[in-house]
């Protein structure tokens, strides 16, 4: 049976470059062997001095690494921050950019249903890609020592913003995202509501009768909202007219919503004959209800917040 | 009033530097790793074997040291021992480490006055 500090030095040796092994193996023996025999003399039974000396000497790995000069991290301070900002940049970048060519794509094909889903997925698999092959290219640079050549930080690379951004960019990056999502939803629901008819096709989630006045009239909302976005970001924080703007853009949206939830005239006949359980009027008033409820906590809370914000931190 | 936890840290920053000089001190008169573990520790510089055993082999790549096996004794043991280049070396480092202790002083007694 090999004893434990046999297979302490093994386990040593296991990660020390090879042409080194037999010497730092006789030494690191030799070296075991004598603070055994010190902790021996000094009165300790012979296998629990043989413990404390291997469990003083750690673990096995770390000591090899610091024979062989290795680092025990995966990208050091050297590489890390220009680690990160390649992430960030690739990261923010390619993935939503091949999500949505693939998604089109996939829908110019003549399956609209299956694009979103699609090009979401894609969307994941590039970002998964993306982060393993750059992480792996840094950490090998770590390991062999790769000069970088980059130009030395100086002060004309300081942000011009103001110091005190509230509004960042990937929260603005979001918001505009998302509106143009709803923007862009609101005239495919029409053709492309996922839900079909009984004679083919697709039923339109919103009652088309809308189009004459009130959804032109949302989509213009929802458009101002967008340049209140952007306001917003160049602004770089919550301002008095910003906040103003705001609670209009909102309001204007929130009270044609509710009221036509209320009076029934929101969601399309058709669609809700489509499905037996919303076409009870109770089970109507319910939906109806929660979703009046539910847009006018929203509306509250996204002005509460744009004014919580503006007088927590003034120009 | 600092915790124990940042004393340590402190502490152990400043004394980093200082096991390389007492080695290149020590080794003037040849020895093997647990002997000089030894002598550094009862001579008021504590190291730990693992970070010891591995800096010996480090000095002596960077040529700061020499070695020899030794086989006469019961079990071969490896003898280490300050190079000429080792030498140089430890005269600057020594010479700066002074200079450190008079700038200190130096710096403490502007202080107070």
Same mark, same amino acid.
């Given at each position: ?55 003083e000497l750690g673990n096995p790995a770390q000591l090899a690494a610091r024979y062989s000069d290795r ?209 009870q009027p109770d089970n109507l008033d319910t939906v109806a209800n929660v979703s009046v409820v539910v ?21 | ?16 530097? &200082? ?8 080794? +003037?008169?040849? *020895?093997? /790793?647990?002997?000089? #573990?030894?002598? !550094? ?29 030794? &086989? ?8 280490? +021992?300050?190079? *000429?280049? /080792?030498?140089?070396? #430890?005269?600057? !480092?020594?010479?700066d480490m002074a200079d450190v202790q008079t700038s200190m002083t130096a710096l403490i007694e502007g202080?107070?006055?």
């Amino acid at each position: 049976m090999t004893s434990l500090t046999d297979r302490y030095v093994a386990a040593t040796l296991r990660s020390v470059p090879a042409q080194r092994r037999d010497e730092i193996a006789a030494e690191l023996r030799g070296s075991i062997e004598d603070m055994i025999e010190g902790r021996s003399a000094a009165g300790e039974d012979a296998g629990a001095a043989e413990r404390s000396v291997l469990t003083e000497l750690g673990n096995p790995a770390q000591l090899a690494a610091r024979y062989s000069d290795r680092r025990l991290q995966l990208i050091g301070p050297t590489y890390y921050l220009v680690w990160e900002r390649l992430m960030k940049v690739l990261l923010s970048s390619v993935p939503p950019i091949v999500g949505v060519v693939f998604g089109l794509v996939k829908a110019a094909d003549g399956d609209p249903g299956g694009a979103v889903g699609a090009g979401i997925g894609v969307a994941i698999e590039v970002a998964v890609q993306v982060a393993f092959w750059v992480t792996l290219a840094f950490a090998v640079m770590e390991r062999t020592n790769t000069a970088l050549n980059l130009p030395e930080w100086t002060v004309d690379q300081l942000p011009r913003d103001h110091p005190n951004r509230q509004i960042t960019l990937p929260d603005s990056a979001a918001a505009i995202g998302w509106l143009v999502l709803v923007i862009a939803y609101l005239p495919l629901q029409h053709f492309w509501s996922f839900i079909p008819a009984r004679d083919g096709g697709n039923v339109p989630l919103l009652d088309p009768a809308l189009w004459s006045f009130w959804l032109p009239f949302l989509l213009a909302v929802l458009v101002a909202n967008l340049g209140i976005e952007i306001a917003k970001y160049r602004a770089g924080r919550w301002t008095w007219p910003l906040i103003a703007a705001n609670a209009v853009v909102n309001i204007a949206f929130a009270v044609p919503v509710c009221w036509l939830l209320l009076t029934d005239r929101l969601l399309s006949p058709e669609f809700v004959a489509r499905f037996e359980w919303l076409g009870q009027p109770d089970n109507l008033d319910t939906v109806a209800n929660v979703s009046v409820v539910v847009t006018i906590v929203i509306v509250l809370w996204s002005i509460t917040d744009s004014v919580l914000r503006c007088r927590r931190n003034p120009a | 009033m600092p915790t124990d936890e940042i004393l340590r840290i402190h502490l152990q920053e400043l004394r980093r530097g &200082t096991v390389v000089v007492a080695s290149l001190v020590a080794l +003037r008169r040849p *020895d093997y /790793g647990y002997a000089l #573990l030894q002598h !550094l520790t009862s001579n008021g510089f504590p190291v730990d074997a693992n970070t010891l055993y591995p800096l010996l082999r480090r000095l002596e790549e960077q040529g700061l040291l020499t070695s020899e096996w030794n &086989t006469e004794e019961k079990r071969p043991r490896k003898f280490y +021992r300050t190079s *000429d280049e /080792g030498e140089t070396v #430890l005269t600057r !480092l020594l010479a700066d480490m002074a200079d450190v202790q008079t700038s200190m002083t130096a710096l403490i007694e502007g202080v107070d006055r």
